[in-house]
């Protein structure tokens, strides 16, 4: 069986292929993840170069990484450049998707979290009807939108390995 979505021709790729147990996540990240991710190698790393994981994000998630770049630079092990590159792989593996796309489902989203930050986050994943990728404990606990943790989605695509 093979579900194919098409989202206002965002998306159009195999969602969930149960065939042969592959399956492709669509997931909204967290800037935090990504934040992670640069930081320091591990699961995280591990999973966005997973290419079964399908990565959207806001698009100012580009401008949030811009403003938090010094700190990560002190907090990584990475070079200047290795870390420009890491950011590049990063973006790459990410549907950018601009503020005008979620609007509708903003003033929701405010609703949903007390941090304004998560809201563009949050408002892509009730927009696009997928879960989001985040670490962050009280995105986690709202009950509108699915939220796995890093662990948690590392577990179901080694589950998944495993039934190869």
């Keep these: 069986m093979t579900i194919h979505r098409n989202i206002s021709g965002i998306l159009d790729h195999t969602h969930l292929k149960t065939d042969d147990y592959v399956i492709f996540m669509d997931l909204v990240v967290d800037a935090n993840v990504v934040f992670a991710l640069l930081i320091k190698d591990g699961i995280t790393a591990e999973l966005f170069a997973d290419d ?19 700190t990560i630079s002190s907090k990584t092990h990475r070079t200047p450049d290795q870390l420009d590159i890491s950011l590049q792989l990063a973006l790459s593996r990410m549907q950018l998707l601009p503020h005008a796309f979620m609007t509708p489902y903003m003033e929701g989203a405010t609703r949903i979290t007390t941090d304004p930050n998560d809201a563009a986050y949050l408002a892509l994943a009730l927009r696009l009807e997928i879960p989001l990728w985040s670490n962050d404990v009280a995105l986690k606990a709202q009950p509108h939108v699915p939220v796995f943790t890093t662990s948690e989605i590392y577990r179901i695509i080694r589950e998944r390995n495993h039934k190869l």
């Design 52 to 70: 079964r994981l399908v990565l959207f994000a806001p698009e100012h998630l580009v401008d949030e990484l811009r403003k938090h770049h010094v």
